[in-house]
């Protein structure tokens, strides 16, 4: 299954260069729509400061409305980070906060980004969890919980990317372990399991024991100065 990301077209030509998109138009509602069969996805995408505007002069709270009487799948994304923009009131942070609390718990998601380059990896990682069938599936790696009393059931949910629904389909495809390790290109061609799950599971059971795991990548940490002057730069693109 293949999802479309549509940009609206009032946003800056950065977005649009490092989002990988399929076009860029005018959207009745939010900032960034992801189509992915008969699912849809909205983003409305603010950052600290224009949500805080947008919040005090009620357009935010018309914005979500709007989102929720027109998708069945929405959230909103906020950008940055609060001492990188102005506010007439130290208070005026604190109170946005407790608004966006809020919507969190009564109304919708709202997802917390620190520049316009995560908020595009958010949406782009977002759409391949569609794509592969896994988004909205809650995986602990270490932890197996079991769901049913069938040993095979909670046996297969061990696999990496494995739910309750999938393991539930190998179990009534394949009639053995034997016959699902033997013939896993049969999950993905039965669609199955397929995408990055399949090659994941498919990994997995090919890996030789005892193999030394590759070390952890080391992340660099964008200095705060290169985070202001980026957040000055989104603040001067929707101005």
Request: proline content about 4%; some cysteine; hydrophobic content about 35%.
């Amino acid at each position: 299954m293949t999802c479309r990301i549509t940009i609206d077209s009032n946003e800056g030509e950065f977005l649009s260069h490092i989002l990988k998109h399929d076009e860029k138009r005018r959207l009745p509602v939010g900032d960034v729509l992801l189509e992915c069969g008969d699912k849809e996805w909205v983003f409305e995408r603010k950052t600290w400061g224009d949500g805080l505007n947008a919040w005090k002069s009620k357009r935010l709270q018309d914005q979500i409305a709007r989102m929720i009487e027109s998708h069945d799948n929405y959230a909103v994304i906020v950008e940055g980070k609060p001492e990188d923009f102005y506010a007439p009131s130290p208070d005026d942070w604190a109170h946005f906060r407790a608004f966006l609390n809020r919507v969190s718990v009564e109304v919708c998601p709202v997802v917390y980004t620190d520049t316009i380059t995560e908020t595009a990896r958010y949406i782009n990682a977002f759409k391949l969890r569609l794509e592969d069938d896994s988004q909205g599936h809650f995986v602990r790696p270490v932890t197996a919980v079991k769901s049913s009393r069938n040993a095979h059931h909670n046996l297969l949910q061990t696999l990496p990317g494995i739910g309750r629904e999938k393991a539930k389909s190998l179990y009534d495809h394949f009639p053995n372990l034997k016959s699902l390790f033997g013939n896993w290109d049969d999950a993905k061609s039965s669609k199955i399991v397929v995408g990055k799950t399949w090659a994941k599971v498919e990994a997995f059971i090919n890996k030789e024991w005892g193999t030394t795991p590759k070390k952890p990548e080391v992340i660099r940490q964008r200095m705060k100065s290169e985070t202001t002057q980026r957040s000055l730069e989104w603040w001067e693109e929707i101005a």
